[in-house]
């Protein structure tokens, strides 16, 4: 018989969450940043995580701003996401010259990845 999965608003009950961490860590940790639903298979087994509609800060400075307007307007974003959201991403391109900075701006690497877009 073929099996089914469900995607499950994490939400709809506590348990689902710590069940959802417990599966990330017997599979060496891997998981889907600030995730808000979960895949779980017809025996109720938790099989992977989605975050959907999970807060993310783009962000662009014009090559002409200067160093400190760039820190004045990466301070304000931040500033707005944090007043919205506890926990939020921020995809930075290695190119980007944000990149080294990303750690002294208070964000913690969560891995090499590229994001694609949805057309």
């Known amino acids: 018989m073929k099996s089914s999965i469900a995607l499950v608003d994490i939400s709809v009950d506590p348990w ?3 069940a959802m961490n417990e ?24 099989v992977g995580a989605a975050g959907i509609a999970v807060p993310t800060l783009t962000f662009w400075a014009a090559s002409t701003s200067t160093p400190r307007e760039s820190w004045e307007m990466t301070k304000l974003a931040n500033e707005r996401m ?3 959201h506890e926990h939020f991403l921020a995809p930075c391109s290695p190119d980007s ?12 690497r969560l ?9």
């Open 16 to 18: 689902l969450r710590e």
């Open 23 to 46: 599966a990330s860590r017997r599979d060496s940790g891997h998981h889907a940043p600030l995730a808000t639903h979960v895949f779980v298979r017809d025996d109720f087994k938790i």
């Open 82 to 84: 944090a007043s919205l």
């Open 97 to 108: 010259p944000f990149f080294p900075l990303m750690g002294r701006l208070g964000y913690h």
């Open 111 to 119: 891995g090499p990845a590229d994001f694609f877009e949805h057309r």
